[in-house]
């Protein structure tokens, strides 16, 4: 089926994924001569920015550069909040200092970045309906869409409503669709004042505690006039993250505003796609962002990916049509993503084994004499390469075996003396 022949194109979720394959889809169709009518559904208040996302708000690179290209939309430099320098990595009481990469990082209030996009949508003259979608259903001619304000028939729709558990459930009943795997995070934030703000500087701290068997990583990022600190793990909750803030290695950085020194604190919670989405397309359907569940497994930059999917389908679907064949050509396209997954696993599955074993701080000791080692940190850390990029650079028999020592040596200093 051309792309004209479709009938009208439902997006659910204004989110990057939303927003970004709303505009590719309106300039792609209208550079081919042929315009979509496109519709999305938000169910939150974007326009009033009166929400919390829990998200960090980490812009990384490329995406200026995929904004500015790809979608003719310049990248938010007024809502910048911060340059991202570097990395510290801690794994219990050792750290290491990353920095380097082609081009920073740059974190602003999540909200502003949503309302951002969802101000180019509507000045791109894509119709935004302010409701949640309720229910959907398949039929041979189309898709009936069903609101919190009214129901449109729809000959496609695309699923951008992230790991929305209501929404994915209406998919699952209809579709062969299954939501992706999850990682839990929980996040809070303090304001320790304008000085310590100051003496924290333009660096992210991730934690790799060893003691925690819950906690897969941790992180303290700087933001404007706040520290966001979140952990992420199968089973986290606000009590892990009191734990998480209890660390030595977490006072330490936090300069002693922890423990009794803490304000109340408000909590957040929130989820990491691990895994891609079984059947994350099919008759009339497809999904893009983390919703696909086509993330990095490990260590973010779920916005690149959420902008990312969005554009690869609406090229497919401005190119191909609403077909199977249409999405399986999209799923293709996204071969940066679906093909760095293995490398992300196993690098997940190995950091969580050694950290698990309390080996970590010795990586971090041989990462301070390697610079092929601290390399490969800082990309995985940053995001800034593929897993498989950085597995393929820094592979080496000898660099393996050197790691190897240097963690077991570390652990054995450490063990207590019989
Ligand atoms: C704690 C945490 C921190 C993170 N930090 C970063 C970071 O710093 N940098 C980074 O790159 N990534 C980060 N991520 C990942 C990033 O937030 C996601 O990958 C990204 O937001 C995915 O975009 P999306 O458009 O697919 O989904 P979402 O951003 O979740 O957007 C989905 C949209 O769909 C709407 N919606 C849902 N259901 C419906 C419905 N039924 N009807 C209508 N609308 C609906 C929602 O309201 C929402 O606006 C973080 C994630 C977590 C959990």
């Known amino acids: 089926m051309a792309a004209r022949e479709i009938g009208p194109i439902v997006i659910i979720g204004c989110g990057p994924a939303g927003s970004s394959c709303a505009l590719k889809l309106k300039k792609s169709a209208e550079a081919r001569g042929a315009p979509l009518p496109i519709i999305v559904y938000e169910g ?44 510290v990595v801690h794994a219990d009481r050792t750290a290491i200092a990353l920095e380097g990469g082609r081009a920073p990082s740059y974190a602003c209030r999540r909200v502003e970045f949503d309302n951002y ?23 041979a001619d189309g898709v009936m869409v069903y609101s919190e304000m009214d129901n449109v028939r ?7 409503f992230g790991l929305d558990d209501g929404m994915a459930k209406v ?31 333009n660096v992210i701290h991730a934690f790799l505690p060893s003691s925690l068997d819950r906690v897969e990583f941790g992180a303290i990022t700087p933001k404007g006039n706040h520290l966001s600190i979140n952990i992420a793990g199968r089973r986290v909750d606000a009590g892990t993250l009191g734990d998480f803030l209890g660390l030595d290695e977490v006072c330490d950085v936090l300069a002693g505003a922890c423990g009794s020194a803490l304000p109340p604190l408000t909590y957040f919670k929130g989820r990491f796609p691990t895994l891609p989405a079984r059947a994350p397309f099919g008759e009339r359907y497809v999904m893009i962002g983390d919703a696909a569940g086509l ?26 049509g609403g077909s199977v064949e249409a999405f399986e050509e999209y799923l293709k396209c996204c071969a940066e993503l679906t093909g760095d997954i293995p490398y992300g696993r196993a690098l997940r599955w190995l950091v969580n084994s050694f950290s698990r074993l309390g080996l970590m701080e010795g990586v971090l000791d041989a990462a301070r004499r390697e610079p092929a080692l601290r390399r490969a940190m800082f990309n995985v850390v940053s995001g800034q390469e593929t897993y498989k990029k950085t597995w393929r ?26």
Request: charged share 25%; glycine share 8%.
């Open 117 to 139: 996009l969802y101000r180019m949508v509507k000045e791109a003259g894509i119709p935004i309906i302010p409701a949640r979608v309720t229910d959907l259903d398949f039929s």
């Open 295 to 320: 993330n990095r497994p490990f260590k973010g930059k779920g916005i690149n990916s959420a902008v990312v999917t969005g554009i690869r389908a609406a090229e497919a679907i401005a190119a191909r």
């Open 154 to 160: 729809a000959g496609l729709v695309v699923g951008a």
């Open 393 to 418: 650079e820094a592979r080496s028999v000898g660099l393996l075996w050197r790691v190897l020592v240097s963690s077991i040596r570390k652990k054995l200093a450490r063990s207590p003396k019989a």
């Open 44 to 87: 939150k208040h974007l326009d009033r920015k009166s929400y919390f996302n829990q998200c960090l708000g980490v812009l990384s690179p490329p995406l200026g550069d995929i904004m500015e290209k790809e979608l003719g939309v310049p990248f938010p430099w007024p809502i910048i909040q911060r340059k991202i320098e570097g990395y």
């Open 171 to 201: 998919f699952e009943r209809a579709t062969a669709y299954r939501m992706p795997p999850f990682l839990s995070s929980v996040v809070t934030k303090i304001h320790p004042g304008e000085a310590a703000m100051d003496r924290f500087g």
